[in-house]
Each structure stands twice: as structure tokens, then as C-alpha cells.
């Protein structure tokens, strides 16, 4: 349910009222919880939170948030904890384990199926169909999911533990658990209260004494390599080893090797995941170092991430923020901020920059630049023209948002005030909304009827008692007009932003100055994530004219590039030929000198 990103509709404190009626639902969902359990979880004075969102699929949900962690989700009136409120209360739900390895698959979204949940010898627990349960993996009782089963206990072991047994509806490392402080799951140690279990237990390690001595004592060629080994085997063979005397050297250096493939196992061991973090890690530390100088500050956050972290990336390898726990560099940023490495602001709407860094921070100077890697100036050089390529045009949709007006002809298809919408979902939902009320016009089909409905939507007063009919695509043009214009902007390997109203063009204008002499002045670069500075110092080597960033007028925080004379021939160039913007984004080009012959 949460393997993909939501949409936060609103964030709000809860009141007493809630908070009261909040306590009473959790105390007879889960009968388990005693009352001080009850009142550490619902505090009374502690801020808690209550956020609507809307899952991928468009779900209304509910999570409550306490301790800048979520630890409780809704779906039809129904609560379910969150593996933050399992880490807290492990024994809260009827647990089932399955192999670590599966913990990914059920990350991405997969439920859990019965072949891979582990038997114990003490049985499984007592659950009925439908019953809310918990999964753990092997080892630990720290819950890594919250699922309901399929199946009752006695049906899963009448299928011969075949089927689908847990439908998941939410894990550690999914979406939800990103919206806390993504704190890893605690070690608990599992409860072994059957002594058969026990036994079991002990046999196992005899076994694996016992197994080593064979191979050992019987056929050479079946010696055991101490680095082949898991980390259990390891142990009981250095015990193996202890225990049958063998020479301090040999057992000095099998310790070695152990030491040594431990290590290399921990490194190999890493998930994709944690791997891509680490290059994040690496990409970011090494442009600060390298790349970015006190003078390019403020920088555009998607400039930082193209023209810099991209060129430290080591060759064959590709940064990814989708493939990272963050899931968008934003998050990246904003925990590099909470360490106090640098600082971003929102200079302009939408559009954040990097505006301070701390180059003494220890992290920073810690940092070691990785071998292969030249600090030459000709490796710089063709590091930017790199970087001059590596632009990429923003994909650019405009959205619609159902507004108060509208809301009669949207709540039908489940849409309320606020729900944003492409024009191609508008329009089906119109469409339906038509076929549904039969309102096609019986005579001609070209027309539509207009029913109370779309008379109060879409009729103005003076209209009302003279339009009975309207044509289609004039049905579809006043809908569009009166919702709420938005925009989505997805900049190269970033998550798409959506923004209020409709994007503002790159606006060039020519202004005159004293002596007659005129100047170019571009505006709005940022928003289609063109770095000012980058622009202005580009033009300034192809046209050989006086480039300057100033201040535009009546703002504080927004820049515009100024240029002698008129370059709107070059800027035009630049921008549709190189950048692929696209010409209905950019204002002004008209403006350009007319080419004359000269006399």
C-alpha cells in the first residue's frame, strides 16, 4: 500500500475531542494494551498530529503521527499500527517469521506467501482469516510488517503452507516508514519458551561441531575454508579448533582470514540500496570539496545535482536518487542540512538553492578524494562543457485542481475540493458524468443538455435562463476554466513538483540605456532550473559582451541576466536548439533584430 509515494492532503494537530475519541478506538482495536501503555502511546499533552493523504492508487487514508513518527494508519475506519508502534509494543499482534531475504520483496509491494514463512517447532500462533498480524524475520522479534491474513492457522496448515497467506499492507523501508526519522528496526530477542525448541537448538550446534571434525579427520580434500563459512560456522569451528587443540599459528591465522572475509562479506553484504546512499554520500562530499567555490553560492539545487555531484561520479557507476533510501534529493539535502554541512532556502517559489556551505565542517574535511580523479584544468575544462550538455528541458504538464464551485460536478467519480487532475482525467469525467445522466441531446449528439449541475458550474448568471444546450468542446473549455490552474515540473532525476497557477515563460525583454546603448535581460531561468550564473557567463564567451546578475526589481530573492545589447538571436538559439525548451515557454523572441543587408 505504501511501496509508492502518497499524497499528503492536509496536516493538522488533533484536538482533545479527537484525542479522546483517538484513545477510546486504539484501547478496542487492540484490547492488549494496558491503560499506562494506553496513555504513553495517546499522550495527553504531547503534540499528535493527524495527516490525509492520498495513496497511489488514490486511497483516502489517515495516519496519526506522534514524535515526528507515524504510529497509526486508518483505511475504513479501521487502525492498523505502524513498525514504529511494533518496535515499541513487539508483542502487540500475533507474529509470524520469514527469511530475511524476503523483507525486500515485501518492500516493493509483494505479500507474503506461505512457503516462505518459517515453521516453528512450538507451532504457529492462533489467528482467524482477516485477523491483523505481524512479520518478523528470522532471529530478531522486532516486526518488519504489518499484514492481514488470508488464511486461518488451521486452513494454512490444511494447505500444506502453499498460497498466499499475509496480504502487507505496510513495511519497514516503505514510504510510510520514510516519513518518520527512518530508524532501523531494534534486535529483540526471539522468546523461546518451549524446551523442546531448546533442545532443537542444542542439537543444531552439536551438529555443527560435530560436521567439521569429520571433514576434517576423514578426507583432506574436503577440508572446510574458514572463509567459505557463515558467520555461525565460523564460530563453532574457531570453538572446533580451541577445543581440539590445534596450533596457536594456524588458529591465529584462520582467525585472519575470517576477520578478513567477515569484512569483505559486510561490504558485499550491502543491499542496492544502501549502496546507492553511500554513493550519494560520496558524490556530494567530493563536489563540496572540489567543485563548488564560495562565489557560486546561491546555487540551484538541481544545477548542484546535474553540472556537479554527476561529474564525480565514478566511472561505470550511475547516481540514481530513486534507487537511494531518500527517494528524492530534497530528503538528501535536508538531512545533509540537519547535519549542519550547508544550508538550503526556497529563493524563489518552487525553486530551492544551496545558499550557505560549512567548508571547515569535519565531515568535509575528512572527505578523501577517490583515486582517478584529476584536479587538472584541462580535466575541468571538459568537466564543463560536460556539464554545458548534461541540461536536460523539464517535462512540463498542466494539472487542474477541483475547486469549490465545481466540487457538485467531481464528487460523483470521488474527487472533493483540492483533487488535482490532468486535462485527460477532466475530460473523462465529464464524459462520464454525461453518459451517466444521460444528457447527450436525443437530436444531435454533437450538443449536451445542461442540467442544474452544470448550470451552477459552468453558467454564468446572465446565462442561466438563455443556454439549455452546449456543444461539446465548449462543455470541456468552460470546466477547464473554471478550475484551479496548477502545474507539475519534473526536472532530470528528480521527483515532479507541482505548483499553483500556470508556469511563468522565460521573459526577455530589451530595456535601453544611457547613450542610447540597449540590453538584453532575461528573467524566470530558475524556474525551468537554468542556473542564472551558468546562462549569463555562457552568452557572455558567445556573443564577447558585458554579462551582469542583478536583483529583479521589487523582489528580494529573485535574480534576472542582463546582456549588452541585443542577443535575443543567440538566446533564442540557445535555448530552443541546445536547451530543447520548448517555444511556447519562452516570451519575447519576437523582439529579435531584423537582419538587413549591409550597404
Not at 504531547?46 to 490525509?52: A, D, F, Q, S, T
Amino acid at each position: 500500500m505504501f511501496s509508492r509515494a502518497f499524497r499528503v492532503r492536509s496536516n493538522t494537530a488533533i484536538k482533545g475531542s479527537d484525542r479522546r475519541k483517538l484513545r477510546a478506538d486504539v484501547a478496542a482495536a487492540f484490547p492488549h494494551f494496558s491503560a499506562e501503555q494506553l496513555a504513553e502511546f495517546i499522550p495527553n499533552k504531547e503534540e499528535l498530529n493527524v495527516i490525509k493523504i492520498y495513496s497511489h492508487k488514490g486511497e483516502a487514508l489517515t495516519v496519526y503521527m506522534n514524535h515526528r513518527n507515524p504510529i497509526l494508519f486508518e483505511i475504513e475506519k479501521t487502525l492498523y499500527p505502524t513498525v514504529y508502534t511494533l518496535w515499541l509494543y513487539p508483542d502487540l499482534l500475533p507474529a509470524f517469521s520469514t527469511w530475511p531475504p524476503v523483507l525486500q520483496k515485501l518492500a516493493g509491494g509483494a505479500d507474503l506467501m506461505l512457503p516462505g514463512v518459517v515453521v516453528p517447532s512450538s507451532g504457529f500462533p492462533q489467528v482467524e482469516r482477516g485477523a491483523l498480524c505481524a512479520v518478523t524475520l528470522l532471529g530478531n522479534r522486532a516486526p518488519v510488517a504489518v499484514a492481514v491474513a488470508t488464511m486461518s492457522t488451521a486452513e494454512m496448515l490444511a494447505a500444506g503452507m502453499k498460497g498466499k497467506g499475509f496480504a502487507v499492507l505496510h513495511t519497514y523501508m516503505d514510504h510510510l516508514w520514510e516519513y518518520g526519522d527512518k530508524s532501523c528496526p531494534p534486535t529483540l530477542a526471539p522468546l523461546v519458551t518451549d524446551s523442546a525448541e531448546k533442545e532443537s537448538a542444542e542439537d543444531e550446534e552439536e551438529m555443527e561441531k560435530k560436521e567439521p571434525i569429520i571433514s576434517f579427520s576423514t578426507d583432506p580434500l574436503q577440508h572446510v575454508d574458514v572463509g567459505d563459512l557463515s558467520l555461525k560456522e565460523q564460530d563453532s569451528c574457531a570453538v572446533l579448533m580451541g577445543t581440539e587443540g590445534l596450533e596457536e599459528s594456524r588458529a591465529a591465522e584462520t582467525a585472519q582470514d575470517a576477520n578478513a572475509e567477515v569484512q569483505r562479506e559486510a561490504e558485499d553484504s550491502r543491499t542496492p540500496q544502501e549502496q546507492m546512499d553511500a554513493l550519494f554520500n560520496q558524490c556530494f562530499f567530493h563536489a563540496l570539496k572540489c567543485k563548488v567555490k564560495k562565489s557560486d553560492l546561491p546555487l540551484l539545487t538541481s544545477t548542484f545535482l546535474r553540472s556537479h555531484m554527476f561529474s564525480c561520479c565514478p566511472a561505470g557507476q550511475q547516481l540514481d536518487i530513486k534507487k537511494s533510501s531518500y527517494k528524492k534529493f530534497s530528503k538528501f539535502l535536508q538531512c545533509m542540512q540537519q547535519q549542519r554541512i550547508l544550508q538550503v532556502k526556497e529563493l524563489n517559489k518552487g525553486v530551492e538553492s544551496i545558499v550557505e556551505v560549512d567548508w571547515k565542517h569535519p565531515d568535509i574535511k575528512a572527505f578523501a578524494v577517490p583515486e582517478g580523479f584529476s584536479s587538472a584544468s584541462a580535466a575541468q575544462d571538459s568537466k564543463s562543457e560536460d556539464r554545458e550538455q548534461a541540461y536536460h528541458a523539464p517535462e512540463i504538464i498542466p494539472l487542474y485542481g477541483v475547486s469549490t464551485k465545481m466540487i457538485p460536478l467531481f464528487q460523483e467519480s470521488g474527487h472533493r475540493k483540492g483533487s488535482i487532475l490532468s486535462s485527460s482525467e477532466v475530460r473523462n469525467i465529464i464524459i462520464n458524468y454525461v453518459k451517466t445522466n444521460e444528457l447527450v441531446d436525443e437530436t444531435n449528439k454533437n450538443f449536451v443538455r445542461v442540467n442544474a449541475v452544470l448550470c451552477d458550474c459552468l453558467l454564468d448568471k446572465s446565462e442561466q435562463d438563455e443556454i439549455s444546450k452546449l456543444k461539446w468542446d465548449d462543455l470541456l473549455s468552460r470546466c477547464l476554466e473554471q478550475l484551479q490552474p496548477l502545474h507539475q515540473v519534473t526536472f532530470f532525476g528528480q521527483d515532479p513538483i507541482v505548483r499553483k497557477g500556470n508556469i511563468e515563460p522565460i521573459d526577455i525583454t530589451i530595456a535601453q540605456r544611457s547613450s542610447n546603448k540597449k540590453v538584453t535581460i532575461i528573467k524566470n531561468l530558475e524556474l525551468y532550473g537554468l542556473d542564472p550564473q551558468c546562462v549569463a557567463n555562457i552568452l557572455q564567451q558567445k556573443v564577447q559582451a558585458s554579462a551582469t546578475i542583478t536583483p529583479v526589481p521589487g523582489t528580494k530573492d529573485r535574480v534576472q541576466v542582463q546582456i549588452q545589447g541585443n542577443q535575443i538571436h543567440h538566446l533564442a538559439k540557445m535555448l530552443l536548439e541546445e536547451y530543447q525548451l520548448p517555444r511556447k515557454y519562452i516570451q519575447g523572441l519576437e523582439k529579435a533584430p531584423k537582419l538587413g543587408r549591409k550597404k
